[in-house]
C-alpha cells in the first residue's frame, strides 16, 4: 500500500475491484474484448494501473491477455464447469461434515443467522442475491476450522458464480427453489445435531443439483459425452 494513500487503495486495486465487479455480474460478458481506452476512461483513470488490474484478474482466471496486450474476458467453458463441479463434489461435503464435528455455539449461530439471509436465485440475480448464498457457504466452511480448505472453496466462488449467472439465463422451477432451501434447512440441522455423515451427504446432494452442476450439463454439447 502506498504510504501517502495510507489506507485508500491505490488506482489499480481500486480497477483491480471495479473490473471484477463488472465480470462477475455478468456487465462485462464472458468471451467479450475489453476496450481498455474506453473502459480506462469510464473508471476515471489512465490505461496504466488498469492495465495493472488486469494482469492480477489473469491470474485469478478471469481475464485472458495475450502478446499484444489485448484483454477480453475469460469465456465459460464444459471443461471449467466440470472441473469446478468436480471439485466441490470433493470439498464441499468435507467442509461439511468437519463443520459438523467441529463448529462452536457461535459459529453455529452465525450459520443460523445467514440461513435466515438467504434470498432466492432467480434469473438474473443482483449481486446482493448471490452474496447471500456465499455467506451462507462460508459460514459453514468457517466451521470446518481448516484453513486450506476454506481458502480452495473461497477461491472457487467468484469462478462459480459465473456459471451460476449462466444456468439461471433459463429460470428455475418453485420445485428448485423448495429444494435448494430445504437443502439449507437441513445443513443447518445436521450441523447443529453434530451428524456428520448427514451433513456431508446433504452437502454432496446439494452440489449435484446445483446451478453449477446445471451448467455444466448445458456447456456439454452431446458429441462431447463420454460413453
Known amino acids: 500500500m502506498d504510504e501517502q494513500n495510507g489506507n485508500r487503495p491505490t488506482k489499480a486495486e481500486a480497477a483491480y475491484g471495479l473490473v471484477r465487479a463488472r465480470i462477475l455480474s455478468g456487465e462485462l460478458v464472458a468471451g467479450a474484448v475489453i476496450q481498455q481506452g474506453p473502459l480506462a476512461r469510464d473508471l476515471g483513470i489512465s490505461t496504466t494501473p488498469l492495465r495493472e488490474a488486469l494482469r492480477r484478474l489473469m491470474s485469478d482466471g478471469l481475464v485472458e491477455l495475450d502478446a499484444h496486450r489485448d484483454a477480453r474476458v475469460t469465456a465459460l467453458t464444459a471443461e471449467e464447469a466440470r472441473d ?37 436465485l432467480r434469473t438474473d440475480p443482483n449481486s446482493l442475491e448471490l452474496a447471500t448464498h456465499r455467506e451462507f457457504h462460508a459460514a459453514i466452511y468457517r466451521a470446518s476450522h481448516n ?37 439449507h434447512l437441513a445443513l443447518v440441522e445436521a450441523i447443529a445435531a453434530r451428524d456428520t455423515e448427514t451433513a456431508a451427504a446433504v452437502m454432496l446432494a446439494h452440489v449435484n443439483a446445483s446451478l453449477g452442476a446445471r451448467a455444466a450439463t448445458r456447456l456439454t454439447a452431446p458429441e462431447d459425452t463420454h460413453v
Open 84 to 120: 469446478l463441479l468436480e471439485i466441490r463434489r470433493s470439498l464441499d461435503p468435507l467442509a461439511a461434515g468437519l463443520a459438523a464435528e467441529r463448529r462452536t455455539r457461535a459459529e453455529l449461530d452465525a450459520i443460523r443467522a445467514s440461513a435466515t439471509q438467504l434470498l432466492p
Open 147 to 183: 484453513q486450506l480448505l476454506i481458502q480452495s472453496l473461497d477461491s472457487l466462488w467468484d469462478k462459480a458464480d459465473r456459471y451460476r449467472r449462466l444456468a439461471l439465463e433459463t429460470g428455475r422451477s418453485e420445485e428448485d427453489l423448495d429444494r435448494t432451501h430445504a437443502d
